[in-house]
């Protein structure tokens, strides 16, 4: 682990990695999406396919960001706190923000139904 940056660049880093992979997954499972939902025809299932890409990708994106930044942050607490860089920290991070984004989910969909 000696070859990742200090912990506040950390962060950043891992923000737009996490970001990368989720626009370039999203891109390809909603591309997909769109091509096997649209109407038959060639140029309607092309269409289709980059409509579905231009509209959801930077959402799934977006989200595999904001997972990332928590764990990243997560991870850079832990260690601060423990003093210590192994292997303990990435394993209460992932479960801290696993936990964290349940709250988050749970108080929204508490919302919607307070409405």
Same mark, same amino acid.
């Given at each position: 682990m000696d070859n990742?940056?200090?912990?506040?660049?950390r962060i950043?880093?891992?923000? &737009?990695?996490a970001f990368a992979m989720g626009a370039i997954g999203g891109s390809i499972f909603h591309g997909?999406?769109?091509v096997r939902n649209a109407?038959? &025809?060639y140029s309607r299932r092309l269409n289709s396919g980059l409509t579905m890409i231009r509209q959801k990708a930077t959402v799934t &994106?977006?989200?595999f960001a904001?997972? &990332?930044g928590m764990f990243s942050v997560c991870d850079c607490t832990l260690a601060y706190i423990r003093q210590k860089e192994d292997p303990w920290n990435s394993i209460a991070s992932g479960f801290i923000t696993g936990g964290l984004l349940q709250i988050r989910r749970k108080f929204f969909y508490l919302k919607l139904?307070?409405?």
């Open positions: 990742r940056e200090p912990c506040p660049w950043v880093e891992d923000c &737009g990695a997909i999406k769109g109407p038959s &025809g &994106g977006a989200n904001a997972w &990332g139904i307070l409405k």
